[in-house]
C-alpha cells in the first residue's frame, strides 16, 4: 500500500466521551486527539497522568498523536502578575509530554472564550444538525442579555435592528438556550461561564489591544518554545473561531497577516500552526490553499472542516465535500513531504442513528466518519494519480 499524505486521527474526550476508541478505530483513525481535560487550567499535567491516558489509548490499538489542548491560562494571555509560575507551568508540562513521547501540541490564544457558535443543533434541509454561527443571535445576547457597555458600537444598524427583533420574538427557554450555548463554549473549551462571571471576565481586557495580546502572545512562546524545541516537541496554535473581534475583545489569529507575525516573531520551526480550515475559511477573505502553500512547512496539525458562509459574520459547517473548502487542492499541497503530518476531521453532522445519541455537538461519531472517509478518499486519490 503506498504511504498515506497524512496520520489520520480522531478528537476523543476521554472516558465519558460517547464516543468509544473503539467507534474511532472502526472509522479507520489510527491516531487520537486528546487532553487531560480534569487537570485545572494552569496546573502541571502530571507525567503519571500523561502515561495512564497514554496506556487507555494504546490498550485500544491506537496512538495518542497529538495533545488538544494544552490550555494557556487567562493570565498569561493578560500578562498578569503571577503568571510567570504560570508559564513554569507549562513548561513542566511539556516537558512530561515530551518524556512520554508526545510530540504535537495544540493551543489556542482566544480570550475568554474559545469556539463560539449560537447554535448548537441547527437543522439542515437533510435534517441532519450542524453548528451554526449567526451575527445576528450573538448581537441579540450581546444586546438585550448581557447589556454589554458599548455594544451597540459593534454592530451595523441593520445588524441592531435585526437582532431587537429576534430578541423580541424569544422566549424565556429560547434566551436561556442561546445563553448556554455562547457562554458554556463548544465541548473541550476550557472554560464556561455564568452571565455575572463573565461580564467580570470582560472588564479585564478594558484597555488591551490587540498589539497588546500580540505581544503577551510572542512573550509566551519566547518562554516555552524552548522547552519544545529540547523535547522535539511541535507547538500548534490554532486559529481564532470566529476569525474575528467578538464582544469588544481583539483577535489575531484570524488571517495570513497574523500567521506572519507569529510565525516571524518566534522563527523556531517547533513554533507551528495547526490550520483549521473551517476557523480561517469563515473570512471569505483567507484563500485557504495559498494559506497552506505558504505555510505548509510549519502546519504541525490539520483541522479538516468547510464551512457554508451564508453572509457577513454568518456560517454554518457544511458537509466536508461542500462548503467553501478545497480540499482537493489543500490535501494536494501536502503531497510529497517526508513526514506525515496528523489531521482530523473537525466536527460533523449529527445525523442517522447518532440523533438519537446524546453526544457533544459537532463530535458525533457518524458525521465524523463521513467527513475522515471522504478526506481519505480525496488523499487516496492524489497518491494513485501520482504513481500511476
Not at 496520520?7 to 467507534?23: K, Q
Not at 445588524?159 to 429560547?174: F, P, R, T, V, W
Not at 458537509?319 to 499541497?333: C, K, P, T, Y
Not at 463530535?363 to 465524523?368: E, H, L, M, W
Request: charged residues 25%; contains cysteine; glycine residues 6%.
Amino acid at each position: 500500500m503506498k504511504k498515506n499524505i497524512f496520520e489520520h486521527t480522531m478528537r476523543w474526550y476521554g472516558p465519558s466521551d460517547a464516543v468509544s476508541l473503539l467507534d474511532i478505530r472502526q472509522a479507520g483513525a489510527t491516531g487520537i486527539v486528546t487532553a487531560l481535560h480534569h487537570i485545572p487550567n494552569g496546573e502541571v499535567w502530571p507525567l503519571e497522568e500523561i502515561l495512564k491516558r497514554q496506556k487507555e489509548v494504546s490498550d485500544a490499538n491506537l496512538t495518542w498523536s497529538v495533545v488538544e489542548s494544552l490550555p494557556v491560562h487567562e493570565d498569561v494571555k493578560l500578562n498578569a502578575a503571577g503568571s510567570e509560575k504560570i508559564i513554569e507551568n507549562y513548561k513542566e508540562s511539556l516537558r512530561n509530554l515530551g518524556k512520554a513521547g508526545i510530540k504535537t501540541v495544540t493551543y489556542n490564544f482566544m480570550p475568554i472564550l474559545d469556539w463560539t457558535r449560537t447554535r448548537l443543533y441547527h437543522k439542515l434541509p437533510d435534517e441532519t444538525l450542524a453548528l451554526y454561527f449567526d451575527i445576528v443571535d450573538l448581537a441579540a445576547f450581546d444586546l438585550f442579555i448581557l447589556e454589554r457597555e458599548g455594544a451597540a458600537a459593534d454592530y451595523s444598524q441593520e445588524i441592531i435592528s435585526k437582532a431587537g427583533d429576534l430578541y423580541q420574538k424569544m422566549n424565556d427557554e429560547a434566551k436561556r438556550i442561546l445563553q448556554r450555548n455562547i457562554l458554556a463554549g463548544l465541548p473541550g473549551s476550557e472554560e464556561g461561564y455564568e452571565l455575572d462571571e463573565f461580564k467580570k471576565k470582560l472588564s479585564l481586557y478594558d484597555g488591551i489591544t490587540k498589539q497588546d495580546l500580540k505581544n503577551n502572545m510572542v512573550a509566551f512562546l519566547t518562554e516555552v518554545t524552548p522547552v519544545a524545541e529540547e523535547w522535539g516537541i511541535n507547538l500548534a496554535i490554532h486559529p481564532d473561531d470566529p476569525p474575528f473581534e467578538i464582544f469588544g475583545i481583539p483577535r489575531f489569529v484570524s488571517n495570513r497577516d497574523d500567521l506572519r507575525f507569529l510565525m516571524d516573531n518566534v522563527p523556531s520551526n517547533n513554533n507551528g500552526i495547526c490550520f483549521c480550515t473551517g476557523s480561517f475559511g469563515a473570512n471569505p477573505e483567507n484563500d485557504l490553499v495559498e494559506m497552506v502553500k505558504e505555510f505548509k512547512d510549519r502546519i504541525h496539525f490539520l483541522h479538516l472542516r468547510s464551512v457554508e458562509v451564508v453572509d457577513d459574520r454568518h456560517f454554518y459547517e457544511a458537509d466536508h465535500l461542500e462548503g467553501n473548502a478545497d480540499f482537493v487542492s489543500i490535501i494536494r499541497a501536502f503531497y510529497g513531504q517526508d513526514r506525515q503530518v496528523p489531521m482530523r476531521p473537525d466536527h460533523g453532522h449529527a445525523m442517522m442513528d447518532d440523533l438519537k445519541k446524546q453526544t457533544n455537538p459537532g463530535y458525533t461519531c457518524i458525521g465524523r466518519m463521513k467527513g475522515l472517509r471522504a478526506l481519505m478518499g480525496i488523499e487516496r486519490t492524489i497518491v494513485e494519480l501520482n504513481n500511476t
